[in-house]
T-cell receptor
Framework: EAGVVQSPRYKIIEKKQPVAFWCNPI?????LYWYRQNLGQGPELLIR????????DSQLPKDRFSAERLKGVDSTLKIQPAELGDSAVYLC??????????????FGSGTQLSVL | AQSVAQPEDQVNVAEGNPLTVKCTYS??????LFWYVQYPNRGLQFLLK????DNLVKGSYGFEAEFNKSQTSFHLKKPSALVSDSALYFC???????????WGAGTKLIIKP
């Protein structure tokens, strides 16, 4: 079974430039998450999708971040314009959510973003 | 508010010795507790979870964790450490009514031969 696939693996950009990350979740998983992980910290949720609907985007900085999940499968996270403080690892995860909240998440390898 | 604390940034254990990675939590309702592991250059992997029932839960790679309600703790344990257990370990908690996972800052586990 293929795992969660993320690309690119690394991205280096200058501040004020746009950047996009792509995620392909595990087939059949209805829930997709984008997390940001700063060095020495745990993951911080940016947005959670159930199928095509963004059900929790309360921590997404909407002035510069946007996300979409096409047809309830692949997802793209975009930052425009990027700031120095956006340097972090961006993680995508998926799960099969059945309402109990006890499902395990499957993570991709992440995209390490460096903003110069 | 929900919170998770992993009080140790790093834990050093000799191979073959037992290991414990500590986690304490705060939630408003019944907790759903998880441990994940992150190996270098790899994504986070699920290890085990506690939802209800027996306070001692067993997971992948010989790990287990003990839920202690009175101490609001969920410590990760393994009877005999392997060098290959060296990784970053994260504790996470979710209360029964809120689907958002709150993550600890992680504990780096180093197993020395």
């Amino acid at each position: 079974e293929a795992g969660v696939v993320q690309s690119p693996r690394y991205k280096i950009i200058e501040k004020k430039q746009p950047v996009a990350f792509w995620c392909n979740p595990i087939s059949g998983h209805n829930t997709l998450y984008w997390y940001r992980q700063n060095l020495g910290q745990g993951p911080e949720l940016l947005i959670r999708y159930e199928n095509e609907e963004a059900v929790d985007d309360s921590q997404l900085p909407k002035d510069r971040f946007s996300a979409e999940r096409l047809k309830g499968v692949d997802s793209t996270l975009k930052i425009q314009p990027a700031e120095l403080g956006d340097s972090a690892v961006y993680l995508c995860a998926s799960s099969f959510f059945q309402g109990a909240g006890d499902e395990k998440l499957f993570f991709g390898s992440g995209t390490q973003l460096s903003v110069l | 508010a929900q919170s998770v604390a992993q009080p140790e940034d790093q834990v050093n254990v000799a191979e073959g010795n037992p290991l414990t990675v500590k986690c304490t939590y705060s939630v408003s309702g019944n907790p759903y507790l998880f441990w994940y592991v992150q190996y270098p250059n790899r994504g986070l992997q699920f290890l085990l979870k506690y939802i209800t029932g027996d306070n001692l839960v067993k997971g992948s790679y010989g790990f287990e964790a003990e839920f202690n309600k009175s101490q609001t703790s969920f410590h990760l344990k393994k009877p005999s450490a392997l060098v290959s257990d060296s990784a970053l370990y994260f504790c996470a908690v979710r209360d029964g009514s809120n689907y958002q996972l709150i993550w600890g800052a992680g504990t780096k586990l180093i197993i020395k031969p």
